[in-house]
Structures are given as structure tokens and as C-alpha cells.
């Protein structure tokens, strides 16, 4: 079945620690996107792609960053985390040509 | 810059309650309008509207946009506890790029 994947669901870290945000999808999108919400709050694009080897910063400023190697996969990186990396990180995909954006299930960052 | 504002910011009602959310937005070279659900997990997709007047509808949920008015309404009639989320509104716009800007949401918790 096609879908979106994130992994960890949860993630409980140290300052300093160095940390990969996984994402894939078996849609065969070549469209992917990372948001960034805190509780209550709107849903803040910080990297997007369009094809492999392609990635943009989005509209929020994130010291984290992504890469795109192959299709399917959109990993988030965050070299050395901090109390203020604490948010929930969704991940995205759409088609080409179309804006309906599809959602993975989301990691809960916690930077102790 | 692109604004979309959702309206209430959070509803309770009761069980067979007809509800009404409101978006309304402010951006450039419009594409498209669409609503999400978000439950404990990740956004759903519900609607994507992109000609005014049109309603699309789906079992209880039924949405219209106003490119005039420059809003959106969202209408779930015989409210369920199931239907209790945050409700996304989403606009994309032209021009390339084909990234999304999101309201606030509005929460919704529909009591027994």
C-alpha cells in the first residue's frame, strides 16, 4: 500500500547529540516536504525538494538539513540538537502537478 | 506577505451539532484552498478547492470557497466525537514554487 513513513515517532535526546529524522514514502512523489508545529501553532515549511539532488530552504529559518538522494527518501538532519529543536517534525509529499501535499505521522522531537 | 487565517480558534459543541469553520486568506497569485483534519497524528487530507461557488462534499463534511470574498467555510453537520481534531486550512499559490500556507487551525472537540 502506498504511504508515507516516519521514523522515530518519539525521540528523547540530549543537548549536543547529533540526530536523522527519517522519511520515506512508496508513493512515487517527487515532491517532498518538511514541517516544522509546535503545540497550537501553525505548520511552518522548513525544507523542501523537488527531485532527487534537489532541496530548498523553506519559509522558517531551522538550523537542521536534508538531503535527497534517492526518490523515496527525505532524511532531516540536526547536527548537534538543542532545547529549541523540541517541536513535532511532519513530513510531506505531493505529485508533480499537484499541491495536495500527503503527510507521514510525525516525530515528537524532545532536547532535554 | 501570505496570510491565511482560520476562525474560531477552537469550538465545543454537542453530538449531533452542525458546526461551521471559517477560513479566509490573503495571498499572492492564488492556486488552490485545502482543508485538512488532524487528529493526535498526522494532517488528512479532506478537500482541495480551487473554483468558487463549487461545494464538494463528503458524507458529512462539505466545504465552499469564495475567490471573491477570498474565504472558505467548512460545514460538518450531525457533529461526532470521532470528528473531534484540529482542522487545517492550506493555500497554495502560483508561481512554481508549490509550497503550502497554513492558518492556525481550529480545534474541535465535540462532547457526548
Known amino acids: 500500500e502506498a504511504d508515507i513513513y516516519q521514523t522515530p515517532r518519539y525521540l528523547v535526546i540530549g543537548t549536543g547529540k547529533k540526530i536523522t529524522l527519517e522519511c520515506s514514502q512508496t508513493?512515487?512523489?517527487?515532491?517532498m516536504y518538511w514541517y516544522q508545529q509546535d503545540p497550537g501553532m501553525e505548520l511552518h515549511l522548513i525544507h523542501y525538494s523537488y527531485g532527487v539532488n534537489s532541496t530548498e530552504k523553506g519559509d522558517l529559518s531551522s538550523e537542521s538539513t536534508v538531503s535527497r538522494i534517492r526518490t523515496e527518501h527525505f532524511p532531516l538532519t540536526l547536527e548537534s540538537a538543542r532545547p529549541s529543536h523540541t517541536s513535532q517534525y511532519l513530513c510531506?509529499?505531493?505529485?508533480?502537478?499537484?499541491?495536495?501535499?500527503?503527510f507521514g505521522p510525525g516525530t515528537r522531537l524532545l532536547v532535554l | 506577505e501570505d496570510k491565511v487565517v482560520q476562525s474560531p480558534l477552537s469550538l465545543v459543541v454537542h453530538e449531533g451539532d452542525t458546526v461551521t469553520l471559517n477560513c479566509s486568506y490573503e495571498v499572492t497569485n492564488f492556486r488552490s484552498l485545502l482543508w485538512y483534519k488532524q487528529e493526535k497524528k498526522a494532517p488528512t487530507f479532506l478537500f482541495m478547492l480551487t473554483s468558487s461557488g463549487i461545494e464538494k462534499k463528503s458524507g458529512r463534511l462539505s466545504s465552499i470557497l469564495d475567490k471573491k470574498e477570498l474565504f472558505s467555510i467548512l460545514n460538518i453537520t450531525a457533529t461526532q466525537t470521532g470528528d473531534s481534531a484540529i482542522y487545517l486550512c492550506?493555500?497554495?499559490?502560483?508561481?512554481?514554487?508549490?509550497?503550502?500556507?497554513f492558518g492556525k487551525g481550529t480545534k474541535l472537540t465535540v462532547n457526548p
Open positions: 492550506a493555500v497554495s499559490t502560483q508561481g512554481g514554487s508549490e509550497k503550502l500556507v
Open positions: 508513493m512515487g512523489h517527487d515532491k
Open positions: 510531506a509529499s505531493s505529485g508533480s502537478g499537484g499541491e495536495t501535499q500527503y
